[in-house]
């Protein structure tokens, strides 16, 4: 089975300050690895993910995340965060052979104050 | 394209009482799931399908029951209500690799 620790649960920052989500998975088998941002009463939005190939993985509103294998980790990174970053993450994975379930971790709440 | 809709938004149910969340997506996906959502708790799996006509549970199914006729459908059904089952409910689709699409959530509290 797979499962999938985020190690913060909350991470506030200055505005324009960078900023790391860390993320840690573990599997017996191979995975795909996403991440994932939730606004205020919304949805899930898919920020990136890693599928194969390079381990630096750029995503949308300035986001990337680095894939170790050797650490299992797959630590979100931004440089210089805004307000509107503030927001709910959650990292994923699943089994690249098998019916695609997600496995999520349990959230890092960001709070970007000015 | 509408992506993947979720009726109703928000309900409020009685315990005993059952109802069933819906959710369609316009994608062609082959992969829907239902996941719940509480605090602190990430989300759970509730029951996923990876195709018309095949479903199977995940990690909380108790008290729910799923089924797919089409591809497009992934209703959940709650049989009898409980105030455990007070969560927010979402309904997701995907291609094999792509990372999956979220609807916008149903809100289901039971009193």
């Known amino acids: 089975a797979q499962s999938v620790t985020q190690l913060d649960s909350q991470v506030p920052v200055f505005e324009e300050a960078p900023v790391e989500l860390r993320c840690n998975y573990s599997s017996s088998v191979s995975v795909y690895l996403f991440w994932y941002v939730q606004y205020p009463n919304q949805g899930l939005q898919l920020l990136l993910k890693y599928l194969s190939g390079s381990t630096l993985v750029k995503g949308i509103n300035g986001f990337e995340a680095e894939f170790n294998k050797s650490q299992t980790s797959f630590h979100l990174r931004k440089p210089s965060v805004h307000i509107s970053d503030t927001a709910e993450y959650f990292c994923?994975?699943?089994?690249?052979?098998?019916?695609?379930?997600?496995?999520f971790g349990q959230g890092t709440r960001l709070t970007i104050n000015p | 394209n509408a992506g993947v809709t979720q009726t109703p938004k928000f309900q409020v149910l009685k315990t005993g009482q059952s109802m069933t969340l819906q959710c369609a997506q316009d994608m062609n996906h082959e992969y829907m799931s239902w996941y719940r959502q509480d605090p602190g708790m990430g989300l759970r799996l509730i029951h996923y399908s990876v195709g018309a006509g095949i479903t199977d549970q995940g990690e909380v199914p108790n008290g729910y029951n799923v089924s797919r006729s089409t591809t497009e459908d992934f209703p959940l059904r709650l049989l009898s209500a409980a105030p455990s089952q007070t969560s927010v409910y979402f309904c997701a689709s995907s291609l094999r690799g792509r990372g999956y699409t979220f609807g916008s959530g149903t809100r289901l509290t039971v009193v």
């Open positions: 994923a994975v699943s089994v690249i052979q098998g019916a695609q379930k997600l496995v």
